[in-house]
Nanobody, 124 residues
Framework: QVHLVESGGGLVQAGGSLRLSCAAS????????ISWFRQAPGKEREFVAA????????TYAGFVKGRFTISRDNAGNTLYLQMNSLNPADTAGYYC?????????????????WGQGTQVTVSS
């Protein structure tokens, strides 16, 4: 099993940046594909980004448009999401998720373990 805890959310002005972290505990963190999802009030959870087990492969949702960077530190059991050029549409709860996957899957149903989320609010 993997236990995930997100941090780094907060209130930021449009155009600003935040760096989210996801600390993992448990065994074999490096064997999991890890992703970020987000969910705004009244909306479905949506995929943001995913990273492969070694960190050498990544994929992003179209709305990211080069603004976000996902990375991982397997030695430190931590996942990151660097978010730049934030806008109010990025306001949501952000969740990290882990799964024993062979692909960088964008479907939330493919992931077995989830964190509790961290809130990101972008003011205009």
């Amino acid at each position: 099993q993997v236990h995930l805890v997100e941090s780094g959310g907060g209130l930021v002005q449009a155009g600003g940046s935040l760096r989210l972290s996801c600390a993992a505990s448990g065994r074999s963190f490096s064997t999991y594909v890890i992703s970020w999802f987000r969910q705004a009030p009244g909306k479905e959870r949506e995929f943001v980004a995913a990273i492969g087990t070694t960190g050498s492969t990544t994929t992003y949702a179209g709305f990211v448009k080069g603004r976000f960077t996902i990375s991982r530190d397997n030695a430190g059991n931590t996942l990151y999401l660097q978010m730049n050029s934030l806008n109010p549409a990025d306001t949501a709860g952000y969740y990290c998720a882990a799964g024993l996957l062979r692909i960088l899957d964008s479907r939330a149903s493919s992931y077995d373990y989830w964190g509790q989320g961290t809130q990101v609010t972008v003011s205009s």
